[in-house]
């Protein structure tokens, strides 16, 4: 008898589900987890084999004359070199995200010694302070004060402790410049990477009236109470702002966090990231990039700005709140005009003014104005279903259709239901509105009257930073 | 255990090596370049297995 391997069925299942996963969440990176961890692959193939063959064994069946057939070497050298390509071209030069470096044995047998550093300069009311390219943290506080203080530490990972003298000699710590400019420098670069690695933990203390420009390799930055612009740049970070009186410009590589409360300039972000959460920002935002996290905005005084990887929404003007994730966004209080257009996710809209444009590719769509008079409205989606409550009293002309699936018309007269088929139309009008346009390929559409008994949308994924209360909510229903 | 049954293996096991080394040098510790011979080592010790195994048998 042949025997049939479990293997050829599992690889057919494993990469039909990579592909599925890709089609359903295209924002996850799969690629970036396949370029890490592609070698666990042949020792799952090899235990999933080896396994076979014992089972075969203890069950006293013949034996195959090669446990891996010649055809599957072939395979394993063409996932080796699919792989070892796709972690080059995906730039990770080692496992874990922040060893950005070949260090050898390091990780294994050295050990961390610390040396204190720390530096004073007397400055001006405004200086413009520049922290050089380093790893570690910093923790920029500004005070009333005209001086600029360092302290903290620095730790260095060496194989042995005349190691880390010696790179802590050659690199020495300094804070130099003259009152209005002032430069803060770790000389981390004069040591040679593979020996030693360097961390720098700082805490500055600057005038108010400061403005910060600061570049890191890996490190969080934490700034807090600084008057001038904040400029920051590196290749991983997490960044926290608090009380910024200028612009914010931050372009990081990677990023785990960047949150921003009380801005008062514009806002830049740039690069690759997880969580964005920005509060109170008086200037406008501009966020271009790719963004895996849960990203929130509230209270945003000017226009905000987002280009992500699938995904581009611009608002005029947000009073209230944002929340975009992975598969879904809700939004509430916004000043349009409001434009979105986005690949996958269920969209949820509630009391918004001016004009709205939602463009989805596929996902459902909720949308409550709330608000009279109404404005354009203009939502159309690939795949999912639509839902539109008029608040009473409004006026509009209607157009609601689906080319495939069922209309529902809860709002009744005027709104008027035609089926054709497969696909169905909800029309009517009140004289004097603006147009409703909404629109979807595959999926149902309703329109109902808004009433004040609705629940506030909720996003429908748990939420990592504002859990929803469970209890109060099935209250609601009794 | 008899020489078939390695034979069997050695495939499986060799393949199971290969993928820790790979997974090795992606973790930044030991590059494969340096960790190879590891490969002949498990595949002799496997060929030593099979002749020992044949010899019983």
Known sequence: ?478 | MNGNFICAIRGPVLLITLGTLLAIDQLGAYSFGRTWPALLIVFGLLKLAERSGMHNA
């Open chain 1, 1 to 478: 008898m042949r025997r049939h391997s479990v293997v050829a069925p599992l690889v057919l299942i494993g990469i039909g589900a990579l592909f599925l996963a890709r089609n359903l969440m295209p924002e996850l990176p799969l690629l970036d987890y396949l370029a890490k961890y592609w070698p666990f692959l042949l020792i799952l193939w090899g235990a999933l084999r080896l396994g076979e063959v014992l089972f075969w064994a203890a069950s006293e069946k013949p034996l195959p004359i090669a446990g891996v057939s010649p055809g599957e070497w072939v395979l394993v050298v063409f996932l080796c070199i699919f792989g070892a390509s796709l972690h080059a071209v995906r730039g990770f030069n080692s496992w874990w995200p922040r060893s950005g470096i070949s260090v050898g044995g390091l990780d294994m047998f050295g050990e961390n010694y610390e040396y204190p550093i720390a530096g004073e300069k007397p400055s001006s009311k405004t200086p413009h302070i520049v922290i050089e390219s380093f790893r570690g943290n910093a923790r920029i506080t500004g005070v009333d004060a005209t001086t600029v203080k360092v302290t903290g530490h620095r730790t260095i990972r060496s194989l042995d402790q005349g190691g880390a003298d010696r790179a802590n000699s050659s690199a020495p710590f300094e804070v130099d410049g003259d009152p209005n400019s002032i430069t803060i420098r770790n000389n981390q670069d004069r040591v040679s990477a593979g020996n030693v690695r360097f961390n720098a933990d700082m805490e500055i203390m600057v005038p108010k009236g400061a403005s910060i420009e600061a570049h890191g390799r890996f490190g969080d930055f934490d700034i807090t109470d600084v008057a001038g612009n904040v400029d920051i740049s590196s290749d991983n970070a997490g960044v926290r702002l608090q009380n910024i009186g200028g612009d914010a410009r931050i372009d990081l590589r990677r990023s785990d966090v960047v949150r921003a409360t009380g801005v008062k300039g514009v806002f830049e972000l740039k690069g690759r990231g997880a969580d964005v959460d920005l509060q109170g920002i008086d200037g406008e935002v501009t966020i271009n990039g790719s963004y895996s996290g849960i990203l929130q905005f509230r209270n945003l005084a000017k226009p905000l700005r987002f280009q992500g990887q699938t995904t581009t929404l611009n608002i005029e003007k947000l009073p209230g709140q944002v929340r975009m994730a992975l598969g879904d966004l809700t939004a509430s209080g916004l000043v349009g005009p409001v434009t979105l257009t986005t690949h996958s996710k269920d969209v949820q809209f509630s009391d918004f003014t001016n004009s709205l444009e939602v463009s989805v590719e596929r996902g459902d769509i909720t949308l409550r104005p709330e608000r009279i008079p109404l404005s354009r409205i203009e939502a159309t989606t690939r795949s999912g279903d639509v839902e539109l409550s008029i608040p009473t009293g409004a006026k509009f002309d209607l157009s609601a259709s689906t080319s495939r699936g069922d209309g529902t018309n809860d709002y009744g007269s005027p709104v008027r239901l035609e089926s054709d088929g497969r696909g169905a139309m909800l029309k009517g009008s009140i004289s004097g509105g603006p147009t409703l346009t909404i629109h979807t390929d595959r999926g149902q559409v309703v329109v109902r009257k808004a009433s004040a008994e609705d629940k506030p949308l909720v996003p429908k994924e748990d939420t990592k930073s504002t859990p929803v209360p469970a209890g109060p909510l099935k209250k609601v229903d009794q």
